[in-house]
């Protein structure tokens, strides 16, 4: 079956400083793959996607960005965080079906405090 | 662009009554239209999910929703909920595509009271 994972669950980061978080998906192929940003009040918000290795399209800009190593696996990063880079992250896939997507699949997401 | 309104930002219930939780989108094509729960402490999961068919779908845990249409509308019903479904609700709309991205709502948070 398919599992996806993000690490870290929790992490406590000062301004200036990088940020890496990494995700990978296990059990499928070729998966669609999202980060997105959860904050109190305001949903999920889609930061990135991506439909195949190398392939990264931001949604929002932002202080962050993302890579595609390797098919399963997705990485948010950042050079130097900010105050409002804190939030919860989640990744999440999907793949095609006879053309048609998937329901997405989260993960168990990353709370980032910024200090 | 599209976009997704959650109608009700806070729900408190007592057990047994019935739970309506509105949601209305934004998009003039073709859209797959979904629940998503998340209980406290837990992941993000899947409660129901239109693609095509019977604009009525049930999902898990005895939720159903219907699709509207005509009003751009997915509300999401429980007859008669249950202390255990205290949690946090978003819809999500995605638009009929190979990225498969999902927009999705403010998000509910429902409160049932035992």
């Not at chain 1, 992250?89 to 699949?105: G, K, M």
Request: proline share 4%.
């Amino acid at each position: 079956s398919q599992t996806i994972h993000q690490w870290p669950a929790t992490l406590v980061q000062p301004v200036g400083s990088p940020l890496s978080l990494e995700c990978t998906v296990e059990g499928t192929s070729n998966p669609n793959l999202y980060w997105y940003r959860q904050a109190a009040g305001r949903g999920l918000q889609l930061l990135f996607y991506s439909v195949g290795i190398g392939q990264i399209s931001s949604e929002v800009p932002q202080n962050l960005s993302a890579s595609r190593p390797q098919d399963r696996q997705f990485i948010l990063s950042s050079k130097k965080l900010l105050l409002s880079d804190s939030g919860f992250y989640l990744c999440a896939w999907s793949v095609l079906l006879r053309d048609e997507n998937t329901e997405a699949f989260f993960g168990q997401g990353t709370r980032l405090t910024v200090v | 662009a599209q976009s997704v309104s959650q109608h009700n930002h806070h729900v408190i219930l007592s057990e047994a009554a019935s739970l309506e939780l509105g949601c209305n989108y934004s998009y003039g094509g073709t859209v797959n239209l979904f629940w998503y729960v998340q209980y406290p402490g837990q992941h993000l999961q899947l409660l129901l999910k239109y693609f095509s068919g019977d604009p009525l779908v049930k999902g898990i845990k005895g939720f159903e929703a219907e699709f509207i249409k005509s009003k751009f509308s997915f509300n999401l019903r429980k007859p008669s909920v249950q202390w255990s479904d205290t949690a946090e609700y978003f819809c999500a709309v995605n638009a009929r595509s190979n990225t498969g991205k999902l927009i999705f709502g403010q998000g509910t948070t429902l409160q049932v009271k035992p």
